[in-house]
């Protein structure tokens, strides 16, 4: 797995990504792509996950890390999300970095209910 030297950091880009989570994985940031993968020798630093129930009952969200070998670890399971509110999951404070392979996935209880918006930088020592 690629873990650039930070102090050699040949670039560093910032990114973000939104989604309208599913029942299914959705990749928030970073790929467990084996091939094609865009992150290949980076890593990737999350500085902050908010999701946000835009529905009128109470939603479930699971946030976790997921590899190509599909090893799931869970950041937020089955977390309430009460109706018209946003739940902050990772902030600057306490980022999540990834290697090449992982990637922070998310899933909702009930689909078009919660969005998930993430941003995050990208670290290149090539």
Same mark, same amino acid.
């Given at each position: ?5 930070? @102090? ?6 910032? #990114? ?8 299914? #994985?959705?990749? @928030?940031?970073?790929?467990?792509? /084996? ?6 020798? $980076?890593?990737? $630093?999350?500085?902050? =996950? ?8 109470? $939603? ?5 890390? &997921? &590899?190509?070998? !599909?090893?799931?670890?869970? @950041? ?14 990772? /902030? $600057?404070? !306490?980022?999540?970095? =990834? #290697? #090449? ?5 998310? =899933?909702?209880?009930? /689909?078009?209910? @919660? ?12």
């Amino acid at each position: 797995m690629a873990e650039p030297n930070l @102090i050699n950091t040949t670039s560093c880009l910032v #990114e973000n990504s939104a989604f309208l989570l599913t029942a299914s #994985e959705t990749q @928030i940031a970073g790929s467990k792509a /084996t091939s094609g993968n865009p992150y290949l020798n $980076k890593s990737v $630093k999350v500085v902050s =996950l908010y999701l946000c129930n835009y529905s009128s009952g109470t $939603k479930t969200a699971n946030v976790f890390l &997921n &590899n190509a070998g !599909s090893v799931v670890r869970y @950041i937020a399971y089955q977390v309430s999300i009460p109706a018209n509110t946003t739940l902050v999951v990772v /902030t $600057k404070d !306490s980022p999540i970095y =990834l #290697e #090449e392979y992982d990637c922070l996935s998310a =899933l909702a209880s009930a /689909t078009n209910s @919660i969005h998930a918006v993430c941003n995050f930088e990208i670290y290149d020592d090539a």
